[in-house]
């Protein structure tokens, strides 16, 4: 009997490939040169963070074909302090549940802290003109939870 995988390790290697596509995709500005104005933010054990680079992704890979990432720091793959990403079936407008098997959610920190959220919700309120806007809530082991929101985050194809 051929042995697979752990779900998660499959999912950190997913989130980790994941990561070396998102350096291409940068800000982009309206049809008409103003700035685009987006933002993520999410509390954490009582503490708000706003992320200082974030994206998200439409492409077909293997149990991620929509993928948003958000992170405290310069660098998608090697400089950040605090990251947070989570896949989803699609990015139409709607509420989708968190789960371990599903829709994943991870919460990393560059001290070596990756934890996947075992339950919630993330919302999508719209997705128009390659920008992607909602809101989160997700359970992780311990009673941590992490809440937040995110407007006009960049889609890239």
């Keep these: 009997m051929k042995k697979s995988a752990h779900p998660i390790v499959v999912a950190i290697i997913t989130l980790a490939s994941l990561s070396s596509l998102i350096a291409s995709c940068s800000k982009k500005s309206s049809s008409d040169n103003t700035p685009t104005t987006n933002s993520f ?8 963070y706003t992320a200082t680079l974030d994206s998200a992704y439409e492409f ?9 990432v958000a992170i405290i ?8 302090t605090k990251r947070i990403a989570f896949n989803l079936p699609s990015f139409n407008a709607g509420t989708y549940t968190i789960s371990t098997s599903g829709n994943k959610f ?4 560059n001290n070596g802290l990756d934890e996947f959220g075992n339950s919630g919700t993330i919302t999508i309120g719209a997705y128009q003109n390659n920008k992607l806007s909602g809101s989160f809530s997700c359970n992780f082991p311990g009673s941590v939870v992490i809440t937040g929101s995110f407007t006009n985050v960049p889609v890239c194809p």
């Excluded at 933010?41 to 708000?48: A, L, P, Q």
């Design 60 to 68: 077909s890979y293997p149990g991620s074909q929509h993928y948003v």
């Design 106 to 109: 991870l919460y990393a920190e």
């Design 73 to 80: 720091g310069s660098n998608f793959q090697t400089s950040f």
């Design 41 to 48: 933010t999410w509390n954490y054990n009582g503490t708000k």
